[in-house]
Nanobody
Framework: QVQLVESGGGLVQPGGSLRLSCAASGITFSRFSMGWYRQPPGKQRELVAAISSGAASTNYAGSVKGRFTISRDNAKNTVYLQMNSLKPEDTAVYYC???????????WGQGTQVTVSS
């Protein structure tokens, strides 16, 4: 059974930081590209950041570039999203995604709420 379990969300003031974690089980983690997506209230889900299976390449949405950092630990089957200088517009449910296009496998976590507010 595949599970992606996010943690680390919460309420933070503008300018603050949070670190999201996503622990994967039931998949060969090192074969999957991993990504963080978010869905703000009333809006569509959007890509925030992605990292290749071997961590050689990363990709960021323009709105978070320079503030967020994605990383992964293949030994722990975990992907992280370090979020700094948070803004109210970063408020959203954040979802972890595992993608292996070659095997046509894609999985989603249940999401974790991030609220940036004073």
């Amino acid at each position: 059974q595949v599970q992606l379990v996010e943690s680390g969300g919460g309420l933070v003031q503008p300018g603050g930081s949070l670190r999201l974690s996503c622990a994967a089980s039931g998949i060969t983690f090192s074969r999957f590209s991993m990504g963080w997506y978010r869905q703000p209230p009333g809006k569509q889900r959007e890509l925030v950041a992605a990292i290749s299976s071997g961590a050689a390449s990363t990709n960021y949405a323009g709105s978070v570039k320079g503030r967020f950092t994605i990383s992964r630990d293949n030994a722990k089957n975990t992907v992280y999203l370090q979020m700094n200088s948070l803004k109210p517009e970063d408020t959203a449910v954040y979802y972890c995604n595992a993608d292996w296009p070659g095997a046509r496998q894609m999985y989603w976590g249940q999401g974790t709420q991030v609220t940036v507010s004073s």
